[in-house]
């Protein structure tokens, strides 16, 4: 029941992103404490309508912040790759550019998290694309104590709660391209 809600769901909202679209920028997060105090950061190289994290990646690599992008493993779980902010070390993969190199053995040195989603409720629970690869992430880096922060405009942020099943990992914080709400 909840998976076909979810199912449902992805589809309205990502029909609403689509019809509303306006390009805007996620910079300001860069300058909440909880980013200024990181060191290394995991985030995601967005496409197609996701809020846009290429201004922010290379915002925290110019203030000093190591900043890691995901590559789907075989499994379908995420290796994290440090970036330096070279387009010539991404590759295309599908719909998505990931990282070449070397994956990061240590994930206990990621300080925070910014992760794509669909929309979050007022509980922190995110809808994400459905493949279940940030569940896994978020499991993982909540071992360590890592903040996590989505990334989703403003209609995205939602009171009424959303589906969530055992599998799904709620997040620290929202970021709108105006405001971070923590959870």
Not at 18 to 40: D, G, M
Not at 55 to 68: C, E, F, H, P, T
Not at 70 to 86: M, Q, T
Request: hydrophobic letters at 40%; charged letters at 25%.
């Amino acid at each position: 029941m909840e998976a076909e809600q979810k199912k449902e769901l992805r589809l309205e909202f990502r029909k609403e992103r689509e019809q509303s679209y306006i390009p805007s920028t996620w910079l300001h997060i860069a300058n909440c404490a909880e980013i200024q105090r990181a060191q290394v950061i995991a985030s995601y190289i967005s496409y197609e309508l996701e809020p846009e994290t290429k201004d922010l990646n290379l915002a925290l690599i110019n203030s000093g912040k190591r900043v890691l992008l995901p590559r789907v493993a075989a499994d379908n779980g995420l290796e994290w790759i440090e970036w330096n902010g070279a387009s010539s070390i991404l590759e295309k993969r599908g719909k998505i550019m990931e990282p070449v190199g070397p994956a990061m053995n240590n994930l206990s040195i990621i300080d925070v998290a910014i992760v794509p989603a669909l929309a979050v409720d007022r509980a922190g629970n995110r809808l994400g694309q459905g493949g279940g690869s940030y569940d896994r992430a978020l499991s993982e880096l909540s071992s360590f104590n890592v903040w996590s922060v989505a990334m989703i405009y403003g209609p995205e942020l939602v009171s009424a709660n959303l589906p969530y099943e055992p599998h799904d990992k709620k997040v620290s914080a929202a970021a709108t391209p105006t405001i971070i709400v923590r959870f």
